[in-house]
């Protein structure tokens, strides 16, 4: 149901935009979430957005480098991120959570996941 896309290898300090894809017709009952896992690490949260938009929450390690929105009606989310270092390299996944079952950051709040969009930072 979810697919994401747009990670790749990209150079320090440069930007990236992930997209997530849903398929099905209630898109606009969920809220979407953004989470990474880098190499030896726990999935982390990254960034997550409440199903109209109004409401936005961001990992402090991307807070003033990232931003999240989406469109109910191509049932699409994304995520970018600017000025990308290292430490942000690690695999990311969408994620879909009914609307307002959690906090955006709370992981066990999700139950449906896409399969994840590798991204390397690296020069």
């Known amino acids: 149901q979810l697919q994401a896309s747009g990670g790749g290898l990209v150079q320090p300090g440069c930007s990236l935009r992930l997209s997530c894809i849903a398929s099905g017709p209630t898109f606009p009952n969920y809220d979407i979430g953004w989470f990474r896992q880098g190499p030896g690490r726990e999935r982390e949260f990254v960034a997550g957005?409440?199903?109209?938009?109004?409401?936005?929450e961001y990992a402090d390690s991307v807070k003033s480098r990232a931003t999240i929105s989406r469109d109910n009606i191509e049932k699409t989310g994304t995520l970018q991120i600017n000025n990308l270092r290292p430490e942000d390299t690690a695999v990311y996944y969408c994620a879909l959570m009914p609307a307002g079952r959690n906090t955006l950051s709370t992981r066990s709040g999700y139950g449906i996941w896409g399969p994840g969009t590798e991204v390397t930072v690296s020069s």
């Open positions: 957005i409440r199903w109209s938009g109004g409401y936005t």
